[in-house]
RNA sequence: CGGGAUGUAGCGCAGCUUGGUAGCGCACUUCGCUUGGGACGAAGGGGUCGCACGUUCGAAUCGUGUCAUCCCGACCA
């Protein structure tokens, strides 16, 4: 391709409304453009990077054994109701109506249209197992779009669905899935690290996401999970759903006396511990939640912090928020009090459910809200002046530090890009939506799914996030736009542009994706649009070609070397 | 949805306090000159100043409303 010709615009600032790295290069370098709140146009640049990182999922897919099929993106509300999602998902799907006044949607994943299709095409279990899979954008009305292609609320995904006779079927699958996936990033030129996680809307059971880990860029970091990681075993997980050992504290306050006395102004487990002059573990904070709509009290020992998530699924529930003062202060009113948070307690509360963490099990002679403002009871113990809530439970957020569940090895933090997840589904949405088929003994049975999703669009601009320095892009080869650039220093000289276009077009005819720079802009402006856009390998004929050398440069390092045409040209013909 | 900020040419911005009919850099067009790291000179084209209503002889500028965008919290590939 001559870039005379190119379809591409580069910027010479960064724009202003970006804000992580992906975002600024891929708009300043000429790949994306918005169309409205994360809405991209893919110019053709994006777009070859695309369909490169598509091709190398449906290579992989495809000989993982599952079979590529396109579902429609816009899909009746009937399906939704039939799974019962049309009622509980929430604002981020995209409801429409036709102009008979139907409701519809814009699909943000596929399960009830992929269990439609099984429903009807899948009779006998010796039809199973079967894994589909398709490659097509997807719409979440996400209440906030952000980070360019990384949050877009419309992004290119390859979702995958299997179906089995049974859970060792499943496992079978969601095993081969994984290879796929760990095959897949790693063929994209991105480490990725498989973690356990919470599985979320989507429901079932056991799930995975695979994370590119980008702790190391300080500068603005587009990692939106916090993964926890043993550094001894291969323990890791998604904050949501990571587990510890119950790490090791005092948690006997050594009041010698229970009682109620002032901690006046006290509304912070800091400010607490500091007027009492005690540690924080010896404190179990009360806080009170709504999920679902519904009131909940969570008791967690004064040093560690609820993860919402985890207090989400002891209830099952879809949507969980912290409660208002105004909902405190109805809470309180229905139950005869009227403190105000910092001064709850779990004792005399009405109308709410209650739950502990495991941590505040073991606390003795503590310090304990009472629903009185500017008072705390002291020295409590559980069983005589508060009762020990009936639901006990794992809510904590994990820590550094804390232990491994598995190896007892200390666990770490580091951020991470969500690039790909899969879940095991099992029955959910076979049972709710009547997909059966007749098993060797003649019996109707429901297909024991799983599903498995990658963000294309998110693994490119994952790869920007990995891959770049001050000057642009380093696209991993595999997903590069072009190979290689042959860039002439002077339009003005006439070996140089013979020269550049003799390699041209041998590596064109050598079936090699190469771009020559053949604009009549200056050095500068040519070798700076090079860096920019990202092109792995650059060759650039200049005064040196006097000599019969040219320049040839790799991106990844920032290489160069002085060698000449032919051996250039061999250079990448053997990559 | 709550908190903060911003809307002026394709991109980045100034002008607004103290109303007087819009400007700078980049990009774009033409000519000259230049060609190893985003040159230079000359001449051009492009904006109903987000939108609506109001105040005023007169509004980018003041007021009210509205829409959009960005950042911080709840969603997720």
Redesign the pocket.
């Known amino acids: 391709m001559r870039m005379s010709k190119l379809f591409v615009?580069?910027?010479?600032?960064f724009?202003?409304?970006a804000?992580v790295i992906s975002h600024k290069l891929l708009v300043r370098a000429g790949y994306i453009r918005k169309l409205?709140?994360?809405v991209y146009n893919f110019l053709p640049l994006m777009w070859r990077v695309l369909k490169k990182v598509e091709n190398i999922v449906r290579e992989e897919m495809d000989a993982a054994g599952a079979q590529e099929l396109l579902m429609p993106f816009v899909q009746p509300s009937e399906l939704w109701q039939e799974s019962g999602r049309w009622d509980v998902y929430g604002k981020?799907l995209m409801r429409l109506k036709d102009r008979h006044g139907r409701e519809m949607c814009l699909g943000p994943t596929h399960e009830e249209v992929i269990t439609s299709i099984a429903r009807e095409g899948i009779r006998s279990y010796k039809q199973l197992p079967v894994n589909l899979y398709q490659i097509q954008s997807k719409f979440?009305d996400?209440?906030?779009?952000?980070?360019g292609l990384l949050?877009?609320r419309e992004?290119i995904?390859k979702d995958a669905y299997s179906f089995d006779v049974d859970e060792e079927g499943l496992d079978k699958s969601y095993e081969i899935m994984a290879q796929a996936y760990k095959n897949i990033f790693k063929r994209c030129g991105l480490e990725t690290k498989m973690v356990q996680s919470d599985s979320?809307?989507?429901g079932g059971s056991v799930s995975h996401?695979f994370m590119v880990l980008v702790n190391e860029e300080s500068e603005n970091n587009a990692g939106?999970?916090d993964v926890f990681y043993c550094t001894k075993c291969g323990y890791s997980a998604n904050s949501n759903h990571a587990v510890s050992i119950l790490n090791e504290v005092a948690t006997d306050g050594k009041f010698e006396k229970t009682e109620i006395i002032d901690t006046p102004n006290t509304h912070s487990i800091e400010e607490l511990s500091k007027f009492l002059d005690i540690p924080s573990t010896v404190i179990c904070k009360s806080l009170i939640y709504v999920i679902d709509g519904k009131y909940v009290l969570a008791l967690i020992r004064g040093d560690r912090t609820v993860e919402?998530?985890k207090l989400m699924n002891v209830f099952a529930g879809n949507?969980?928020?912290i409660a208002r003062n105004d909902e405190i202060e109805e809470i309180m009113k229905i139950s005869g009090f009227n403190a105000v948070a910092g001064f709850i307690g779990p004792k005399g509360l009405k109308n709410i459910e209650i739950v502990a963490d495991e941590t505040v099990k073991g606390l003795k002679n503590f310090v304990i809200g009472c629903n009185q403002n500017d008072k705390h009871l002291v020295g409590a113990n559980w069983g005589i002046d508060v009762e020990l809530p009936q639901k006990i439970a794992d809510i904590r957020l994990v820590e550094e530090n804390d232990k491994c569940v598995d190896c007892g090895a200390e666990l770490k933090v580091t951020k991470g890009i969500?690039?790909?997840?899969i879940f095991k589904l099992g029955t959910k949405y076979s049972k709710a939506m009547n997909a059966t088929f007749t098993d060797k003994d003649g019996k109707e049975k429901p297909f024991i799914m799983g599903c498995y999703?990658?963000?294309i669009?998110?693994t490119a601009a994952a790869a920007v996030e990995r891959h770049h320095d001050e000057?642009g892009i380093k696209w991993p080869l595999a997903i590069a736009p072009y190979t290689v650039i042959v860039v002439p220093?002077?339009?003005?000289?006439e070996t140089q542009m013979k020269v550049a276009e003799e390699i041209y077009n041998k590596l064109l005819a050598a079936n090699v994706e190469v771009l020559i720079d053949d604009r009549?802009?200056?050095?500068?402006?040519k070798?700076?649009?090079a860096?920019?856009i990202g092109i792995p390998y650059r060759i650039?004929?200049?005064?040196?070609i006097k000599d019969n050398l040219v320049?040839f440069?790799t991106r990844a390092n920032n290489s160069?070397e002085a060698i000449t045409p032919d051996e250039a040209i061999e250079k990448i013909l053997s990559l």
Request: glycine share 12%.
């Open positions: 615009q580069t910027l010479r600032e724009p202003a409304d804000e409205t709140n994360g981020e979440r996400e209440i906030r779009p952000r980070f949050r877009g992004f995904m979320g809307a989507i996401e939106e999970n919402e998530t949507d969980i928020r969500e690039v790909g997840n999703g990658i963000g669009s998110r000057y220093v002077s339009d003005q000289d009549s802009e200056r050095a500068g402006v070798l700076k649009d860096d920019l650039t004929v200049g005064k040196t320049e440069k160069v």
